[in-house]
DNA sequence: TTGCGTGCAAAGGTTTTGCATGGCA
DNA sequence: TGCCATGCAAAACCTTTGCACGCAA
């Protein structure tokens, strides 16, 4: 069953972080960072447990980006439900840029693939790779 | 410039594999316990090297299924152009299964993202996550 | 006082890298 | 002979885990 769920510093810390940073993307070494310029200390393992937990919540989703880097994660909200506003990571392989994009097209994709193929696609966890729009415009020649 | 490949009994080998598996997924650890058991050697840097250089000419596509585990290789054919036969990776969250999808549908996204948001999809890397149709018939109470 | 929460450090896993050796041309 | 390719082991990296201590209730 559920124990009482303590109070705590690191606690409120985090989801101090949490809401400051909404939506975007940040890895659990930008926290620990963070808090170290204010002289608060939060260690890794906290915000990991932390995050984790979130992540089987629902509140918070994990991406892996690349398998080499740290996982980003990121806030969706308290009451966030899957449903509410769903949108999907583009990751261009040049710059590395991570993108939002919320776009009927892609949700439709989510229609299909249910109804064709019975998958449930997770877009809280899926990440499109390829090339963004800048970086093609630049001949593409350099790494 | 590209230097002079030398013709070795390792590149043989992984490339034997390569065509033998061609279309299935397979790790690194794969590849090395494979040649163990016909007493052949091929150590695992080796396969590292020549497989992120398969990547860079296209012809084995990386798959970074799970940041925990081993990354999934896929050989795609010597001349497997991009445009040749793509097809997409579901990976189920539930049961582990990875899918092989060919679907139109699919594919017009890809033009989708391209033509409206100048987004060039990379099929190669690209890994849907979400529920299958097996585990979604089976309550989803387990893990 | 109880026992959850925390931080440190060690462990775990995959992938990369350094270096000396071996083998192709 | 020259130099690329190989394998081993160590290093690097992120993440998890064990354990003793601290702190909320």
Redesign the interface.
Same mark, same amino acid.
């Given at each position: 069953m559920a124990r009482t769920a303590y109070r705590t510093k690191q606690k409120e810390l985090l989801l101090s972080y949490l809401k400051e940073t909404g939506g975007q993307h940040f890895t659990v070494e930008d926290v620990c960072a963070h808090f170290a310029k204010e002289d608060e200390t939060i260690g890794v393992a906290t915000v990991y447990r932390y995050l984790d937990k979130m992540v089987g919540e629902g509140s918070v989703a994990k991406y892996?980006i690349?398998?080499h880097s740290a996982?980003c994660f990121e806030y969706r909200g308290e009451s966030a439900c899957m449903e509410a506003a769903p949108h999907f990571h583009?990751k261009?392989?040049k710059c590395g840029t991570l993108?939002h994009?919320q776009?009927d /097209? *892609?949700s439709a994709?989510q229609t299909?693939?249910f109804e064709?193929?019975?998958? /449930? *696609?997770?877009p809280m966890?899926?990440?499109?790779?390829?090339?963004?729009?800048d970086c093609?415009k630049k001949t593409g020649t350099e790494e």
């Open positions: 892996v690349d398998e996982a583009l261009c392989e993108i994009l776009c /097209e *892609l994709v299909k693939l064709d193929h019975g998958f /449930e *696609l997770n966890r899926t990440v499109f790779y390829g090339v963004c729009a093609r």
